[in-house]
């Protein structure tokens, strides 16, 4: 399978001892979206450089041609056969291009988001030599500049104090911090986040057929302490604070691991989870980052290889049944995606917000939307092609584009005005 396509342990976590060590046994007396949310002057107050705080996924590892990276996984054919549900408006571009990078920053801006977090595959990789031109765009429509650590070696656990300290060396040091994301906690205390997906997983799993096999890249727990306290004893008295997060719903073991939180990726966990998840992660001792997301809906492979025996095609989400050959269906998938939108949105900022936990506490707060361009996963943000501007080949593709192609990022823009607008909540 291609590369993009990266598991996650979280929903089989969610329900299981793991998940009800802390936390769930009181969300039912507080479930969002019953918990009010705060006046938008309290946010600027307690963190000035609020923008700095919602920071998309971005994605910089699309190539044009000829050989067009990432746009023809799954034997897709770009360009007008690409992997992806929707098409975007600009085609299958080329991230390479200062062009493309300038309105893609236009965009993030007009979202009234500060920050990208762009996923990076290792030192030297394909998406770390895009690095210095993003920034370089980015930085000029005053965006920050942050990373989401990949799975991209079964021992990148093993090297993550490395990878972290080349991040802050690289893109940090050597450009005088000019575009990398230092944001202000409540405190005023200031420092670098980053995320790391696929941390906590298990030693073995069981497939479909019940086989059981080793876990490649499961890190043990010693090994992700001994490299974060490295990071912490390196850094010390560089930043007023480091703060590392782990993709995971299990609290025992992230802050064994010795993470400061978690920093959800998974779009299959939906906003009415986002209390007891903020409850159990409180419990534990741990600072909570759950996403704004717009559900999912990932392209699947025309063939899938006959040795991969327990593969099925992943379910949308939210789920629901739609026929996609008519356009009054792709509308109807649209709006349950505006929806997932505005409810996640506020689910996130609710509990982020809410004393009794521990990010009101400790005066962080911070939001990952998910995501600016992971077109494979179907949860883009940047516009699609309007419906109407498909070409006659293009529809022949089966995209599923609604009428509107910049709605996401419109009603996204609508909550963050609403969110800033002193005195007033996100409708």
Same mark, same amino acid.
């Given at each position: ?55 998309? @996924? ?62 990076? !595959? ?37 090297? &993550? ?8 060396? @690289? ?68 930043f007023d604070r480091v703060t590392l997060l782990a993709d995971s719903v299990h609290f025992a073991r992230t802050p064994a691991s010795g993470f400061d939180g978690i920093g959800i990726y998974d779009n299959f966990i939906g906003p009415e989870q986002y209390a007891a998840i903020a409850d159990a992660a409180s419990e534990a001792g741990l600072l909570f980052s759950l996403n704004v997301n717009p559900g999912y809906d990932q392209i ?20 629901? @049944?739609?026929? !996609? ?55 883009? &943000? ?46």
């Amino acid at each position: 399978m291609a590369r993009w396509h990266r598991r996650t342990f979280l929903q089989g976590l969610l329900g299981t001892g793991a998940f009800a060590l802390a936390g769930a046994r009181r969300a039912e007396a507080r479930e969002w979206p019953h918990v009010p949310l705060p006046a938008g002057d309290d946010l600027t107050r307690r963190f000035p450089d609020l923008r700095r705080h919602f920071a998309f @996924e971005y994605y910089p590892w699309y190539g044009g041609p000829p050989d067009y990276v990432h746009w023809a996984d799954l034997d897709r054919r770009p360009p007008l056969d690409v992997a992806a549900r929707h098409l975007p408006r600009l085609g299958a571009y080329d991230v390479r291009s200062p062009a493309v990078l300038e309105q893609h920053a236009r965009w993030i801006r007009e979202s009234g988001a500060g920050a990208v977090s762009l996923s990076w !595959w290792g030192p030297g990789s394909w998406e770390d030599q895009r690095v210095h031109l993003v920034m370089d765009v980015f930085k000029d429509h005053d965006l920050a500049v942050t990373f989401g650590l990949e799975p991209y070696a079964p021992d990148r656990g093993q090297r &993550f104090a490395d990878d972290v300290l080349y991040l802050l060396r @690289e893109y940090g040091e050597k450009r005088r911090y000019d575009a990398f994301l230092l944001p202000r906690n409540e405190d005023g205390s200031r420092g670098p986040v980053f995320k790391g997906f696929r941390t906590i997983v298990p030693d073995a799993e069981a497939d479909c057929r019940g086989r059981v096999s080793p876990v490649p890249d499961h890190t043990p727990d010693d090994v992700w302490r001994g490299q974060i306290d490295r990071i912490r004893r390196t850094l010390r008295g560089e930043f007023d604070r480091v703060t590392l997060l782990a993709d995971s719903v299990h609290f025992a073991r992230t802050p064994a691991s010795g993470f400061d939180g978690i920093g959800i990726y998974d779009n299959f966990i939906g906003p009415e989870q986002y209390a007891a998840i903020a409850d159990a992660a409180s419990e534990a001792g741990l600072l909570f980052s759950l996403n704004v997301n717009p559900g999912y809906d990932q392209i699947e492979p025309r063939q899938v290889p006959p040795e991969d025996d327990c593969y099925r095609p992943r379910p949308l989400a939210p789920p629901a @049944e739609y026929d !996609w050959t008519r356009e009054e269906e792709r509308e109807r998938a649209a709006a349950a995606s505006l929806q997932r939108i505005r409810d996640s949105f506020r689910a996130t900022v609710a509990v982020q917000t809410d004393p009794r936990l521990a990010n009101r506490q400790r005066g962080f707060f911070f939001v990952y939307v998910n995501s600016f361009n992971e077109w494979h996963e179907g949860h883009a &943000f940047e516009p699609m092609k309007d419906a109407k501007d498909l070409t006659p080949e293009e529809r022949r593709q089966g995209y599923r584009n609604p009428a509107r192609g910049d709605q996401r990022l419109a009603v996204l823009s609508e909550l963050m005005q609403g969110l800033f607008a002193a005195g007033r909540a996100p409708a």
